[in-house]
């Protein structure tokens, strides 16, 4: 199986960063081939704009569906966006290992979505959803809160935390044809004992080991 892991923190020491290495070591232990993006030591620029392509469709107003549509028709995206756009169309299983900030991805995450999710290349023009251009893909988010598991229920201090996630789970990753798998969540990470830590990355290296045969969620009845 083929994995790509977007990994988006800026201390590799975290905890989200022994996340992490746990799924590459088992990973690559299993026998799948691994593509890795880390966001932070790629200096991976979040925004935007022009630098996005190599082509040119309306130089006089920037929209950036239609350069992209465009780019898409003219092999016109920038090297570094071609290349994480050809990891996704390579990858069978996408992993999005991150803390949650602000009820959402970190900036530089949110940017690569921006920015490689392209329209014409990733969805559009009725590829979406079950149709998506990723179907038979699947794809898992990993995270960390800063909060505890009570404060993430309906009713919660902060809310139901699949909530929270469904605008990626359903509005990125189901929108572009993905096949979602169960979030594997970790709550309050700061503040866990060296022991419950410990029982997690034992917890996520035993999943990873049975990953293939994992049925997908619907995020949509949620």
Same mark, same amino acid.
């Given at each position: 199986?083929?994995? &790509? ?12 960063? %022994? ?11 299993n026998g799948h081939t691994l593509a890795i993006s880390d966001l932070? #030591? ?7 704009? #022009? ?10 107003? &920037? ?30 299983? *996408? ?9 959402? *991805?970190? %900036?530089? *995450?949110?940017?690569?979505?921006? #920015?490689?999710? %392209? ?6 023009? $009725?590829? !979406? ?11 898992? *988010?990993? &995270?960390?809160? $800063? $909060? ?6 309906? $009713?919660?201090?902060?809310?139901? !935390? ?27 990470? @700061?503040? @866990? ?7 997690? &990355?034992?917890?996520? @290296?035993?999943?990873?080991? %049975? !990953?293939?045969?994992? @049925? ?7």
């Amino acid at each position: 199986m083929n994995v &790509l892991i977007v990994f988006a923190h800026p201390e590799p020491r975290s905890f989200t960063g %022994a996340l992490f290495d746990t799924a590459v070591q088992e990973l690559q232990a299993n026998g799948h081939t691994l593509a890795i993006s880390d966001l932070y #030591r790629m200096g991976f620029d979040p925004v935007s704009g #022009r630098h996005n392509f190599r082509t040119i469709k309306d130089p006089e107003y &920037l929209k950036l569906q239609i350069e992209e549509t465009y780019a898409s028709e003219h092999a016109g995206f920038a090297p570094q966006i071609e290349s994480e756009i050809r990891k996704i169309e390579s990858c069978d299983l *996408l992993i999005l290992q991150f803390p949650l900030w602000w009820f959402g *991805l970190p %900036a530089i *995450l949110k940017g690569w979505v921006d #920015r490689v999710l %392209a329209m014409g290349r990733t969805y559009g023009y $009725g590829a !979406i959803y079950g149709k998506g251009k990723f179907r038979g893909k699947r794809a898992l *988010l990993c &995270l960390t809160t $800063g $909060g505890p598991e009570e404060a993430y229920r309906k $009713g919660g201090f902060n809310g139901d !935390i699949q909530a929270i996630l469904r605008p990626v789970q359903r509005g990125v990753l189901e929108f572009v044809g993905f096949d979602v798998l169960t979030p594997q969540i970790h709550f309050g990470a @700061a503040r @866990a004992s060296t022991e419950q830590r410990a029982h997690w &990355l034992t917890d996520y @290296a035993r999943r990873l080991r %049975a !990953i293939e045969s994992e @049925a997908p969620i619907v995020v949509g009845e949620y």
